[in-house]
């Protein structure tokens, strides 16, 4: 069962590039990893999702290295907006279950 | 993807009582997945429940205090049951996206106190 962990905040400022880091070293093979946006009172927003090498979307990069053990999501250009709280979810569908493990978090201050 | 609604927002329950929460999404799904969050933490899987079954649980969580109800493809219900302070969460539904790559799509959650 893979146990996901991330840094607890970072702090950046308006217009640099974020690079938060989660860690799955138990990861399964059918695991997808996915990154989630939340802000207060929301629900988690879909950002981003993965299976190896590297994925690009319109907001977002998300690199996993060969291992799959980590990964990284990368936002470039920060802006006030993106102050949130961002999770990491590895897993997916095993056989007629599912695993479904949250990060424990990282809370991205965006400075101006 | 799926859009999904939650009902209630918000609730504040007298310890003892049960609530039940309402998710309905806006497309037929296989499974829907219910998560609590409590105040400042993470988000943790309670239960995954497919139409026409009994929904599956993890660790942790029994179907006596969190029972679930699937009656179609649409809808779900998370009945918290005999509250106690200790349940004050943040409890939301979910679905698979319905588009490859796109993940679970979440509701904006029901704020529960219990007091």
């Known amino acids: 069962l893979a146990k996901t962990t991330q840094p607890i905040s970072m702090d950046s400022y308006e217009g640099q590039e974020v690079n938060i880091t989660c860690s799955h070293n138990?990861?399964?093979?059918?695991?997808?990893i996915t990154w989630y946006q939340q802000f207060p009172s929301q629900g988690p927003r879909f950002i981003i999702q993965g299976y190896k090498t590297k994925v690009t979307n319109e907001v977002a990069s998300l690199f996993i290295p060969a291992d799959r053990k980590s990964s990284t999501l990368s936002l470039p250009r920060v802006s006030l907006s993106d102050t949130a709280v961002y999770y990491c979810?590895?897993?997916?569908?095993?056989?007629?279950?599912?695993?479904?493990?949250f990060g424990s978090g990282t809370r991205l201050l965006v400075r101006p | 993807s799926a859009v999904i609604s939650q009902k209630p927002s918000r609730d504040i329950c007298q310890r003892g009582t049960s609530l039940t929460i309402q998710c309905q999404v806006d497309?037929?799904?296989?499974?829907m997945f219910w998560y609590r969050q409590q105040p400042g933490q993470s988000l943790t899987l309670i239960a995954t429940?497919?139409?026409?079954?009994?929904?599956?649980?993890e660790s942790g969580f029994v179907i006596d205090k969190f029972p679930i109800s699937r009656p179609n493809l649409t809808f779900s219900t998370l009945t918290v049951s005999n509250m106690s302070p200790e349940d004050s969460s943040i409890y939301l539904c979910?679905?698979?996206?319905?588009?490859?790559?796109?993940?679970?799509?979440f509701g904006s959650g029901t704020r529960l106190t219990v007091v």
């Open positions: 497309s037929q799904v296989t499974m």
């Open positions: 979810l590895v897993g997916g569908r095993r056989d007629s279950s599912y695993k479904l493990i």
């Open positions: 138990n990861i399964a093979t059918n695991d997808y």
């Open positions: 429940a497919n139409q026409g079954s009994e929904a599956t649980y």
């Open positions: 979910s679905v698979e996206a319905g588009q490859s790559n796109y993940g679970y799509t």
